[in-house]
C-alpha cells in the first residue's frame, strides 16, 4: 500500500517512513492492494466490544450502537497489514487497531480492497475509515489527483500516528549500477499503484533524456511488484520503507532481495476519514492519543520494528 508512496510529493499513496529494521513477526505474506471489486472478503481485527470503555462516549451514537468501525484495508502490505498462514489479518495497523477497539469499546474490522481504491470506498460508505499505511498529504485532504492536479473529490481527513519513507530495492547482488532514484533512467521499475512510490516514478521518469526512457509497471499490489522483481521482469522495485525492509529480511530466507541508498520523502501515515466524520475522526485521535500514552503503541511498533517511526502524539492532517 506506499500509497501503502512518497510523501511530500505531489501525490500518493504511501506507506512509509524512517522506520528502523523490520522485525520479523508472523508469516510472511508481503504488501498490497487488490481490485475491490474483485475482493468483498471481510477479516476482523482482534478488538472485541467492551462494555464501559474510557473513550466510548466520543463515538457517534450510530458507530457506537453497531459496536463496529469498518476498516478499509490493503491487506497484502507486510509488516503493516497482512495475513498470516492461518489467514488471519495481522500487522502493525491491526493491532494498532485493536488497542483503540479496547478503548472505544468497539472492533475495528478489516475488510480487503485495492489500495488505489480506498478512498473511493471511503466517499461510498463502503468503509467508515481508511488504514492502511496511507500517506498523509494535502492532495488526499484536499482531493486533488496528483498527476493532472484538478480536484476529483472532496478530499479526506487524517488521523496521524507514524513517520515513514520510500525505498528501492533490487535482485540482491544484481543492483543494476541503480544507487538512487537519479540512477533509474534506461531501466524497469515495478510500483504498487496510486502509491507514492508510483508518485516518485513518474516524477524521475520526466528526467530522464532521451534514449533512457524509465519504464513503470504499476501493480494492484506490493507482492505482485515483487514478484515481478524476483522473476527478474523488472530492475528495481519500490515501497514504503518497513515494507522494502521486512521484503529483504523475509523473501527467500533474506537471499533475494537487498535495499539501494537511502530512503526519501519521510512523511506521516495517517488513518482517513470522510471530512463530514468529524467527530468520528476526533475519536479516532484520542484512542490513538490514549495508547501512546498508556504505552501500547510503543509495544506495538517494537514488535512490528517500526519504533523509529513513532510519534509523541497524534495530531489531524500533519502531512506536507
Avoid at 42 to 70: H, Q, T, Y
Avoid at 204 to 228: H, N
Avoid at 297 to 312: H, T
Amino acid at each position: 500500500m506506499t500509497a501503502r508512496s512518497t510523501r511530500r510529493s505531489p501525490a500518493a499513496h504511501s506507506r512509509l517512513a524512517a522506520v528502523g529494521a523490520i522485525a520479523v513477526a508472523g508469516a510472511l505474506l508481503l504488501t498490497g492492494c487488490g481490485d475491490q471489486t474483485k475482493d468483498k472478503s471481510k477479516d476482523s481485527g482482534s478488538g472485541s466490544s467492551v462494555a464501559g470503555a474510557p473513550l466510548g462516549d466520543k463515538l457517534p451514537a450510530d458507530i457506537r450502537n453497531k459496536g463496529e468501525i469498518k476498516v478499509g484495508s490493503d491487506i497484502a502490505y507486510a509488516p503493516v497489514e497482512f495475513k498470516d498462514s492461518s489467514g488471519n489479518v495481522t500487522g502493525l495497523d491491526p493491532d494498532l487497531a485493536a488497542a483503540m477497539g479496547k478503548q472505544l469499546g468497539v472492533k475495528l474490522t478489516f475488510e480487503n480492497g485495492t489500495f488505489d481504491g480506498l478512498l473511493t470506498g471511503l466517499r461510498s460508505g463502503r468503509y467508515d475509515i481508511a488504514m492502511s499505511a496511507m500517506t498523509d498529504n494535502k492532495n488526499r485532504q484536499q482531493g486533488v489527483d496528483p498527476d493532472t492536479g484538478k480536484k476529483v473529490g472532496e478530499g479526506v481527513d487524517f488521523v496521524d500516528y507514524l513517520t515513514a519513507g520510500v525505498s528501492i530495492y533490487t535482485r540482491k547482488g544484481d543492483t543494476q549500477g541503480i544507487t538512487g532514484w537519479a540512477d533509474l533512467c534506461g531501466k524497469k521499475i515495478a510500483v504498487e499503484r496510486g502509491t507514492v512510490s508510483e508518485d516518485l516514478a513518474k516524477q524521475e521518469a520526466k528526467k530522464c533524456p532521451g534514449g533512457k526512457k524509465l519504464s513503470i509497471e504499476p501493480f494492484d499490489d506490493d507482492q505482485q511488484s515483487q514478484t515481478r522483481l524476483r522473476s527478474g521482469g523488472v530492475d528495481a522495485a519500490s515501497s514504503d520503507f518497513p515494507v522494502a525492509a521486512y521484503a529483504v529480511k523475509t523473501s527467500g530466507g533474506g537471499k533475494d532481495f537487498q535495499t539501494v541508498g537511502q530512503q526519501v520523502e519521510a512523511a506521516p501515515y495517517g488513518i482517513a476519514v470522510s471530512k463530514e466524520a468529524t467527530q468520528l475522526r476526533d475519536a479516532l485521535q484520542a484512542a490513538m492519543n490514549a495508547i501512546i500514552k498508556n504505552g501500547e503503541y510503543a509495544k506495538i511498533l517494537q514488535k512490528w520494528g517500526a519504533q523509529d517511526g513513532a510519534v509523541q502524539q497524534s495530531v489531524i492532517n500533519g502531512g506536507k
